[in-house]
């Protein structure tokens, strides 16, 4: 909870650490999406089309049901299967920032 200075009336911030979870995670490779679609009971899957764009050349991606809507993952990206069992995309550099393999 925000603590109030009474001198200026604002909320004051304060800094928070990620609690230490364990998530499962999976690095699309482009020929995985089987894998992936069947690890996240469908909430993953391939796109039926190629769409190559200067990002991701192969055209291969995959659309993911979040709790935030349709989002999609291109080579190289994560995905994550969160604590509550929800899906969602990562980027590789945000990944290896934040997460190690246990």
Do not use: H
């Amino acid at each position: 909870m925000a603590r109030r200075d009474n001198n200026k009336g604002v909320d004051m911030i304060k800094q928070y650490r990620k609690k230490p979870v364990i998530i499962e995670a999976i690095e699309y490779n482009g020929n995985n999406d089987n894998e992936i679609e069947n690890w996240s009971n469908d909430e993953v899957f391939g796109s039926p089309v190629l769409e190559p764009t200067k990002d991701n050349p192969t055209g291969c991606y995959l659309q993911i049901k979040t709790l935030e809507g349709v989002m999609t993952a291109i080579v190289g990206d994560f995905i994550i299967k969160g604590i509550q069992g929800e899906f969602y995309p990562c980027k590789p550099d945000i990944f290896e920032q934040t997460y190690e393999e246990v």
